[in-house]
Nanobody, 128 residues
Framework: QVQLVESGGGLVQPGGSLRLSCAAS????????IGWFRQAPGKDREGVSR????????YYSDSAKGRFTISRDSAKNMVYLQMDSLKPEDTAVYYC?????????????????????WGQGTQVTVSS
């Protein structure tokens, strides 16, 4: 019963902040890499950030770098995405996903086929 549930999305003005949460059940987050992805209307799903087991390694997209921060709370079995200085271009449905660890390392962290479980998504809207 592996499950990922995102929360924390909503409407925020440009320049504002949101913290997204990804709650995991059925497995221990510390043993897996977790990615945050987003999909805007009419666009492909794209990688935003990724955190490795025990937060040893993190990755960010160019657009997220310097504005977003990924972290985990092992005790709560949760991963977070702190989003600051939000822009209208950040408007999208945000998903967290688990890297199953079986995909070849030749695929980048942003490759969707690395991830075997996905949450339902949470809507982020940045508008004045």
């Amino acid at each position: 019963q592996v499950q990922l549930v995102e929360s924390g999305g909503g409407l925020v003005q440009p320049g504002g902040s949101l913290r997204l949460s990804c709650a995991a059940s059925g497995f221990t987050l510390d043993y897996y890499a977790i990615g945050w992805f987003r999909q805007a209307p009419g666009k492909d799903r794209e990688g935003v950030s990724r955190i490795g087991p025990r937060a040893d390694i993190t990755y960010y997209s160019d657009s997220a770098k310097g504005r977003f921060t990924i972290s985990r709370d092992s005790a709560k079995n949760m991963v977070y995405l702190q989003m600051d200085s939000l822009k209208p271009e950040d408007t999208a449905v945000y998903y967290c996903a688990r890297d199953g660890g079986y995909t070849s390392s030749r695929f980048p962290w942003t490759a969707l086929n690395r991830y075997d479980y996905w949450g339902q998504g949470t809507q982020v809207t940045v508008s004045s």
